[in-house]
């Protein structure tokens, strides 16, 4: 007897090399913002800092995506917009604590500048909550329909763009150069629901 199994539904993470869309004078305006302690790792003191008219080209390229995701991935109408939006840096063996971003549609995180050697992978994680029974798979039987953490390894001029309700986290930086990356959040602009319904949301 043979078994086929097929996915039913899917998580996606979107992948867009942007590495040609950022200027030299953008990654350095990026570089210089001030940065204030995010837990272990650095963030930005300016949160909103695609708002910034320096990088105001760059973020028309990453609402571009994000509509592209609305239409591609969602299959929906609506557009997403671009709402709050900072930059990380993680030194030398520091990661970024495990979170989901409230508030948000779509997050994404953009990798603006040379990524260090190796560069530390960012680990999906299936489950936002406690868990009464974990029954993980052999590790040669790992796969989606089983795994409980997905890695992936980001390339530098990479958009990673991915539900927002998805837990994350990045390793610790193995390397000897900080890991620095923009990340933003996004939400619905439009109109959902239904009026005969009475679910109608202007957004
Ligand atoms: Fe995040």
């Avoid at 837990?39 to 008219?53: G, H, M, T």
């Avoid at 990453?62 to 709402?83: F, H, P, R, W």
Wanted: glycine share 4%; with cysteine.
């Amino acid at each position: 007897m043979q078994m086929k199994v097929e996915p039913l539904f899917a998580t996606p993470l979107a992948r867009v090399d942007l590495s040609s869309y950022i200027t030299e004078a953008q990654v350095a305006f990026v570089d210089g913002l001030e940065m204030v302690t995010n837990q272990q790792n650095k963030i930005s003191e300016n949160l909103y800092v695609l708002d910034r008219p320096e990088l105001s080209g760059f973020r028309d390229i990453i609402s571009k995506c994000l509509n592209d995701y609305a239409e591609q991935v969602m299959g929906c109408d609506q557009q997403l917009e671009i709402t709050q939006s900072w930059s990380l840096r993680n030194a030398p063996g520091v990661g970024m604590h495990s979170h989901s971003h409230s508030n948000s549609i779509v997050s994404g995180s953009f990798y603006y500048t040379e990524l260090p050697t190796p560069p530390s992978k960012m680990f999906f994680d299936r489950n936002t909550f406690y868990q009464r029974l974990e029954i993980p798979p052999r590790p040669e039987r790992a796969s989606i329909f089983n795994t409980k953490v997905n890695a992936v390894i980001p390339q530098t001029g990479e958009l990673l763009l991915f539900p927002s309700e998805l837990n994350h986290m990045v390793e610790q930086n193995p390397s000897s150069q900080p890991r620095s990356v923009i990340a933003f959040n996004s939400f619905l602009r439009g109109k959902i629901g239904s009026f005969r319904d009475v679910s109608e949301l202007s957004l």
